[in-house]
């Protein structure tokens, strides 16, 4: 089956880095495109970047452009977002997405607070 596992959330002050991580199996990962979401509280969740399923090719939202990068590792089956200058507004929970077949696989979601 499906199975998406995100890692690498936490707590971060304003303006430092991290790098979230999205393991997959259950299918063949080279062949899909995949997606980081956010959910921040009281909020709907928004697509926050887009890579294709060669890397090259690749989508981010606009209050993401110029801080977060979206890149994969295919003979690991690892999807990745490098955040960069994070905000307060950051804060959400980060969903890996794959959209397979016409159905929607999420993993469990990882947190990211930017807080000082």
């Known amino acids: 089956q499906v199975q998406l596992v995100e890692s690498g959330g936490g707590l971060v002050q304003p303006g430092g880095s991290l790098r979230l991580s999205c393991e997959a199996s259950g299918f063949t990962f080279s062949n899909y495109a995949m997606s980081w979401y956010r959910q921040a509280p009281g909020k709907e969740r928004e697509q926050v970047a887009l890579?294709?399923?060669?890397?090259?090719?690749?989508n981010l939202a606009d209050s993401v452009k110029g801080r977060f990068t979206i890149s994969r590792n295919n003979a690991k089956n690892t999807v990745y977002l490098q955040m960069n200058s994070l905000l307060p507004e950051d804060t959400a929970v980060y969903y890996c997405h794959v959209a397979i077949g016409g159905r929607h696989y999420w993993g469990q979601g990882t947190q990211v607070t930017v807080s000082s």
């Open positions: 890579l294709s399923s060669t890397g090259v090719n690749w």
